[in-house]
């Protein structure tokens, strides 16, 4: 559980500092520096401090290529979401992540769903659809949605992370980290936003803590937990996110995001509980 609580933390500060970066960097190279922090920092780590654990082998490659294909698709429909949405809505919706997760170890990797996930889990559904529709215009707000995207691939992402979650954690995530930060500086290229600027060490910074290390704890919490549990502990890392958002950019909540908070609110409860 600590190693579940300690990864949610870590990623909570990715959607306030992100979108604080996103003033300087370009969506898709922000995306690419994330990773590259996470890979680049874990690899020297690993050379500091060798772990003994079992190594991947070529039966866990389809799964090391479906988790980095995700890796790079999920950042980047993120990074674009946080320039049309808030930084609160955004980091709120996270927890969407929790449905698609567990949706997809039931449905795919027959992973069981208790009572109370079951009820959290349409809470958190409901509280995103709420999230994603601006009562004033009466329109779907596409930042939210973009947002909703990203969870979902990364729903599918743990899934594939979970089938090789007895191997080295360290290992998956510099493999996650660099190559995933590279698929996005190609696309960065490709697209013509690639941005140098010194606002990239900031961003490799925070992609160590926020990717890197997060990632790691999450990894060693779903050998114990699967990836439904996991995914249930993380919940409220939403809500610390949300939390930094509001005191980092003095936003001012509307009544979407205060309904959606106290519907998350109960989610998680039941969440937990489970």
């Not at 900031?202 to 919490?221: D, N, Q, R, V």
């Not at 509001?246 to 109960?266: C, D, K, R, T, V």
Request: hydrophobic share 55%; net charge positive.
């Amino acid at each position: 559980m600590k190693y579940a609580l300690l990864a949610a933390f870590l990623y909570a500060i990715s959607s306030p500092f992100s979108k604080l970066l996103l003033n300087h960097i370009s969506p898709t190279m922000m995306a690419s520096c994330l990773y590259l922090g996470a890979g680049i920092g874990l690899f020297i780590l690993n050379k500091i401090k060798k772990t003994e654990e079992e190594k991947l082998e070529k039966k866990d490659m389809p799964y090391v290529i479906g988790m980095v294909v995700l890796d790079i698709i999920a950042p980047i429909l993120l990074m674009i979401g946080l320039t049309l949405t808030t930084s609160s809505n955004a980091a709120l919706l996270n927890n969407f992540e929790i449905v698609a997760t567990t949706v997809i170890a039931y449905f795919i990797f027959k992973e069981k769903i208790s009572k109370n996930l079951l009820i959290g889990i349409i809470l958190v559904l409901i509280s995103s659809i709420i999230l994603t529709f601006d009562i004033t215009s009466l329109k779907f707000n596409l930042g939210s949605i973009l947002v909703l995207l990203a969870a979902i691939s990364w729903g599918f992402e743990n899934n594939c992370t979970k089938m090789i979650s007895n191997k080295n954690p360290v290992d998956i995530v510099i493999i996650k980290g660099l190559f995933s930060g590279l698929g996005s500086l190609i696309v960065s290229i490709v697209i013509n936003e690639v941005t140098i600027n010194p606002y990239i060490i900031y961003a490799l910074i925070l992609g160590f803590f926020s990717y890197g290390l997060s990632i790691t704890t999450y990894i060693y919490a779903q050998r114990h937990l699967g990836a439904s549990k996991t995914s249930a502990f993380y919940a409220i890392n939403p809500f610390i996110g949300s939390i930094l958002s509001l005191i980092i950019f003095a936003e001012i909540p509307n009544i979407n995001f205060i309904i959606a908070i106290l519907i998350m609110s109960i989610a998680t409860y039941f969440i937990i509980k489970e």
